[in-house]
């Protein structure tokens, strides 16, 4: 069965640190790449895509994959209190395929 | 502004009491997505359609229909409401994949609460 596992957290930093958010996947071939952001009682907003191996940079955000190593991350930098979600990380199987396999999700918390 | 609506926001029904969810998109999407998340759960998809080509998860309950009357709008009927089936209905959209790409972005609308007393 295809899985995407995430740490629950909560993930705890202070205001104004680097949070660093971690996703593996168990389908070798998965192509597309997600992170959603979920506030409690919302439903989930897209942040970042990526498809490639590597970094992408969008604002304070930084997504990083390595398909060798079935690993995605998220990097928050500057984090504020504001930024306090649950963080989703969702994988798109093979190719031919519109479904996603979403994580459970790790709960990030910034304190001021 | 191009968006996904779901209504209501808010639902409470009795045990058993029949229940629809409505969905309509302005993004011209062709896939539409029912998705249900409980508390601390990742968002378990119950079906999608391509158009009106419909496609049922396997796990998901005889008990969840749906309909799809036009590209704009998507229906999500609870026949039997039990008390396991309070969540959060999520209904998203995406583009058609087009052969050979990768899967593409999906767009969540706000949600839909069920409350089943």
């Known amino acids: 069965q295809k899985e995407v596992e995430q740490n629950s957290g909560p993930l705890s930093v202070p205001e104004g640190a680097i949070a660093s958010l971690n996703c593996t996947y168990s389908?070798?071939?998965?192509?597309?790449f997600f992170w959603y952001r979920q506030y409690s009682g919302k439903s989930p907003e897209l942040i970042m895509s990526?498809?490639?191996?590597g970094d992408k940079e969008d604002g304070r955000f930084t997504a990083q994959l390595n398909k060798a190593s079935q690993y995605v991350s998220l990097l928050i930098r500057d984090s504020q209190p504001s930024d306090s979600a649950t963080y989703l990380c969702?994988?798109?199987?093979?190719?031919?395929?519109?479904?996603?396999?979403f994580g459970t999700g790790t709960r990030l918390q910034v304190f001021p | 502004d191009a968006m996904v609506i779901q209504n209501p926001r808010y639902q409470v029904t009795q045990f058993g009491k029949p229940v629809t969810l409505s969905c309509s998109q302005t993004?011209?999407?062709?896939?539409m997505y029912w998705y249900q998340q409980k508390s601390s759960q990742a968002p378990k998809l119950l079906f999608h359609y391509y158009d009106k080509d419909f496609n049922n998860e396997a796990d998901t309950p005889d008990n969840f229909q749906s309909r799809r009357p036009n590209t704009s709008f998507c229906f999500l009927d609870i026949r039997s409401p039990g008390l396991g089936d309070a969540a959060m209905y999520l209904c998203?959209?995406?583009?058609?994949?087009?052969?050979?790409?990768?899967?593409?972005?999906?767009?969540f609308g706000p949600g839909t609460r069920l409350t089943v007393l």
């Open positions: 990526i498809y490639s191996n």
């Open positions: 998203a959209t995406s583009r058609q994949l087009l052969a050979g790409s990768s899967t593409d972005t999906q767009y």
């Open positions: 993004l011209n999407h062709n896939v």
């Open positions: 389908d070798r071939v998965s192509q597309s």
């Open positions: 969702a994988v798109g199987g093979s190719y031919n395929t519109d479904k996603l396999i």
